[in-house]
């Protein structure tokens, strides 16, 4: 199985900081990664497909990179509405995995 | 536009059979490519991928669970199904189907499920 290990755990930042969040795919996945945010008592929502796309309706502030097996999303100008918990996703083989999670709050 | 709604039997007991029901629309699971995954996530912690059935009824299941599992669908109806048998204190969770095209593009509101005596 493909391990995904992200980081951090939790993150507190202030408004309009930039926050950024990483997973590091155990094996190569070439652009195989997803980022989902999910809101407190929400579903996850598709926020970053294929490492770097924008899912439709999500905020320019919101982008994906990767290098290597490391994948970043990052928020550039934090807002109220964007606290909530993200989770990375390898979709380049069976079984599907996620990443732990990170909770982000506003500081 | 897409939408997914799980209906379930909330609380089951130790050792039942779970039943779910992914009833959506905006797409069909005829069509070329689409799939209809589920997903669960214990309260507080993380998510899960359990099993993917695709269009041409080719289905794809977590091995770490598979014995246990059994998708479906019924594209006359837009449902999806998963069963899930032997059900235990551990498979506590919510449980998501979510339309796929390659990743998990739409989720539904979910469905908690109990189990417990």
Same mark, same amino acid.
């Given at each position: 199985?493909?391990?995904?290990?992200?980081?951090?755990?939790?993150?507190?930042?202030?408004?309009?900081?930039?926050?950024?969040?990483?997973?590091?795919?155990?094996?190569?996945?070439?652009?195989?990664?997803?980022?989902?945010?999910?809101?407190?008592?929400?579903?996850?929502?598709?926020?970053?497909?294929?490492?770097?796309?924008?899912?439709?309706?999500?905020?320019?502030?919101?982008?994906?990179?990767?290098?290597?097996?490391?994948?970043?999303?990052?928020?550039?100008?934090?807002?109220?509405?964007?606290?909530?918990?993200?989770?990375?996703?390898?979709?380049?083989?069976?079984?599907?995995?996620?990443?732990?999670?990170?909770?982000?709050?506003?500081? | 536009?897409?939408?997914? @709604?799980?209906?379930?039997?909330?609380?089951?007991?130790?050792?039942?059979?779970?039943?779910?029901?992914?009833?959506?629309?905006?797409?069909?699971?005829?069509?070329?490519?689409?799939?209809? =995954?589920?997903?669960?996530?214990?309260?507080?912690?993380?998510?899960?991928?359990?099993?993917?059935?695709?269009?041409?009824?080719?289905?794809?299941?977590?091995?770490?669970? @598979?014995?246990?599992?059994?998708? =479906? @669908?019924?594209?006359?109806?837009?449902?999806?199904?998963? @069963?899930?048998?032997? %059900?235990?204190?551990?498979?506590?969770?919510?449980?998501?189907?979510?339309? =796929?095209?390659?990743?998990?593009?739409?989720?539904?509101?979910?469905? %908690?499920?109990?189990?417990?005596?």
């Amino acid at each position: 199985d493909i391990q995904m290990t992200q980081s951090p755990a939790s993150l507190s930042a202030s408004l309009e900081e930039i926050v950024t969040i990483t997973c590091q795919a155990s094996q190569d996945i070439g652009n195989w990664l997803a980022w989902y945010q999910q809101k407190p008592g929400k579903s996850p929502q598709l926020l970053i497909y294929d490492a770097t796309s924008l899912a439709d309706g999500v905020p320019s502030r919101f982008s994906g990179s990767r290098s290597g097996t490391q994948y970043s999303l990052k928020i550039s100008r934090l807002q109220v509405e964007d606290i909530g918990s993200y989770y990375c996703q390898q979709a380049h083989s069976n079984p599907l995995t996620f990443g732990s999670g990170t909770k982000l709050e506003i500081k | 536009q897409v939408t997914l @709604k799980e209906s379930g039997p909330g609380i089951l007991q130790p050792s039942q059979a779970l039943s779910l029901t992914c009833t959506f629309s905006g797409f069909s699971l005829s069509t070329y490519g689409m799939r209809v =995954s589920w997903i669960r996530q214990p309260s507080g912690k993380g998510l899960e991928w359990l099993a993917t059935i695709d269009w041409d009824d080719d289905k794809y299941y977590n091995p770490s669970l @598979k014995s246990r599992l059994t998708v =479906s @669908k019924d594209t006359s109806n837009n449902q999806a199904f998963l @069963k899930i048998t032997s %059900m235990d204190s551990a498979d506590t969770a919510t449980y998501y189907c979510a339309w =796929s095209l390659g990743y998990f593009d739409y989720w539904g509101q979910g469905v %908690m499920v109990t189990v417990s005596s």
